[in-house]
């Protein structure tokens, strides 16, 4: 019998990874006792010795490693030091980043490089996936492939391959079932067949409603297009229980010169209005990718793109950049399209003909300020006021924040310090108002945590009352009268409540956060 260890790098420990345990599937399923297959998890955060000691304790006969973007950067030294203490152990890289690059494995010491998807009616989800699995990241694949041609993704052009509804409707279940907090669907564009999404989609909310047969807590996370929902599935969605469906939608940009080059075809006007009805509800997590660095577009009208994008008001604002992947049309064209990118993973550009590098790190700056205020749900009534009564763009904002407050790591009582400083100096921006905003936006966002001492102390607002038996109804039962019915006395502790400029008095409700927002119910009192 030969041992087989199935070697899985994740991003982060939160995540999991469907493709080891697929694969280990269909090795018991088609060769049963021939092989002891044991799967490993990891991350990227490791130490690369101590991922290699678990491989190598287990003295395998051949080792598996699935090759991505995120992983391939620390795969040359994993590869090389299972090398060293494996000397006759059979390396097999598969994944994208194996496939589409297979010479370059293939002299960094890999034996094999695997192309070719696993068999999708083997069912992954066997005990010792749950077992493994806890309360991480799960993944569901209910397709493959990708009817759209876009020249920066590896799915363009496949054909798609759809899988049994009912297989798929088992599936969800069992792992619905889980400690699973999110089980996200990797089609890469879920929607592509609206009628079978619909069903899906019935399906699942058919789940979250505690008439089921078996109720689910999970969350469950598509990607789609906005373009393709037509009313019905829009009334349907609109009847999900708060907060337990999110949509990441690429829109990627708003300029069509650079939509047409990346071959993207989507239907913008459609798809903003689409958003906008799907945000009105307030009950789905709305995610908007825009791609900096798409060719023909320059920092002038990515600027525009992303200042269109901002006002839809969507939950998370993602600015990423391109990256010339391995296989994708777009890096096979990069010296004609004067698209210089880095070499080494994840291939992340650098400069272009339209982007020099210095627009780059204004780019940059930008989405540190962006990733550490709006995508966090931080700062939102603060940053509202500003944008309203100074007059700055969205874009120009949080460039201008990001470039003189850049944020690595640093600690949120000292960095709401530095949005403070920022925001005063801005044109028409009322000192009293924009405390207000932060004081409401800190009892939001924050629990447990103190004022900052900038705030608290300003003009002797009190933010230590204790309240008399009836001043709290106000936040729990909205009566004016101590009643038999008021619920019991609650002291607020001092970071529950303040004081705002006009006498009011604001008080945070940590037993009401919103389960598409994560943030807590701020009263005003």
Known sequence: MSKIVLLAINAKYVHSSLAVWSLAASIKKRHGAKHDVNVIEANINQNIADIAYSVTELEPDFVGISAYIWNAGILPELLKLLREQLPGVVIILGGPEAVYNAQHWRDNGADFVLKGQNDQSVDPYTDEYFSALGDKLAYIETSRGCPYSCAFCLSADSSVEFFPLETVKERILKLSQTKTKTIKFVDRTFNCNPKRAYELYEYIIGLQSCKARLCTNCKFHFEVAADLFDDKTLNLLATAPPGKIQFEIGLQSFFEPALKASSRKTDLIKAEKNITK????????????????????????????????????????QLGFLKLLHGSKLRNEAQKLGIIYDKNPPYEIQSSTWLSALDIKILKNTENALQHTYNKNRFLKTIEYVLEVSGISPFKFYQTLGSKHPNYAMQLEDYVYHVYEFCKDLTGVDNEILCDKLHYDWLSMVKGKNLPAFLKNRKGRLNALRLTPCAICPVQCKSKVKTASCPPVHTLKRNEHAILSTGERIIVDTGSQNPVTGLYKVLIN
Do not use: C
């Not at 009105?280 to 994008?309: C, M, W």
């Open 278 to 317: 799907l945000l009105k509800t307030q009950n789905i997590h709305i995610h908007v990718d825009l791609i900096a660095g798409l060719p023909y577009e320059t920092l002038d009208s990515f600027r525009e793109s992303f200042d269109r994008a901002y006002r839809l008001g969507a939950h998370t604002l």
